[in-house]
T-cell receptor
Framework: GAGVSQSPRYKVAKRGQDVALRCDPI?????LFWYQQALGQGPEFLTY????????KSGLPSDRFFAERPEGSVSTLKIQRTQQEDSAVYLC???????????FGDGTRLSIL | AQTVTQSQPEMSVQEAETVTLSCTYD???????LFWYKQPPSRQMILVIR??????QNATENRFSVNFQKAAKSFSLKISDSQLGDTAMYFC?????????????FGDGTTLTVKP
């Protein structure tokens, strides 16, 4: 596609609900990243895929967070039993080759009530 | 672990003037990349400029240039002839140079306002 596509753009959920955020990277991009961006702060790394392999998940804040990319293209970030501190913008980025800049999507703004 | 520090939470500049945004970083790596990204209110992060640490020459992209001081671990962004469309949050970011380069580490950003 023309760019990294994320959906939904906005998500409101009640505390305790499960949510799923989708990322469709640029076609052919091998690497895919998820970041969490709190209001007024820089993106914080969550996890990284190379094709379908999750090479780094060191940034996932708890076992309530789970990400997958089963066919090496679209990725889903799932948050179980959401809590208020999960409220943030979740950014997805993709990259074709190592040492190239990442291309970011518009993000999903998640609000937990 | 790498850290990136942007010490100016907010800055403003008059249209057509020049402004410099500061960034310092800490790393034990000898080879790496540094980036400046722009994030307008619409939220999409856009690459402004990149610098490879092994290159001594400062990167330039039209009105945007950097002052890269490797020994001081400093990487500032200069915007010349500022335009209203430059109003955005600017993030400095670090990435290791590696086969599986992995993640970027970001600073907390500087909000730049260009005034007419």
């Amino acid at each position: 596609g023309a760019g990294v596509s994320q959906s939904p753009r906005y998500k409101v959920a009640k505390r305790g609900q499960d949510v799923a955020l989708r990322c469709d990277p640029i076609s052919g991009h091998v690497s895919l990243f998820w970041y969490q961006q709190a209001l007024g702060q820089g993106p914080e790394f969550l996890t990284y895929f190379q094709n379908e392999a999750q090479l780094d998940k060191s940034g996932l804040p708890s076992d309530r967070f789970f990400a997958e990319r089963p066919e090496g293209s679209v990725s889903t970030l799932k948050i179980q039993r959401t809590q208020q501190e999960d409220s943030a913008v979740y950014l997805c980025a993709s990259r074709d080759l190592s040492n190239q800049p990442q291309h970011f999507g518009d993000g999903t703004r998640l609000s937990i009530l | 672990a790498q850290t990136v520090t942007q010490s100016q939470p907010e800055m403003s500049v008059q249209e057509a003037e020049t402004v410099t945004l500061s960034c310092t970083y800490d790393t034990s790596e000898s080879n790496y990349y540094l980036f400046w990204y722009k994030q307008p209110p619409s939220r999409q992060m856009i690459l402004v400029i990149r610098q490879e640490a092994y290159k001594q020459q400062n990167a330039t992209e039209n009105r945007f240039s950097v002052n890269f001081q490797k020994a001081a671990k400093s990487f500032s962004l200069k915007i010349s002839d500022s335009q209203l469309g430059d109003t955005a949050m600017y993030f400095c970011a670090f990435m290791k140079h590696a086969t599986n380069a992995g993640k970027s580490t970001f600073g907390d950003g500087t909000t730049l306002t260009v005034k007419p």
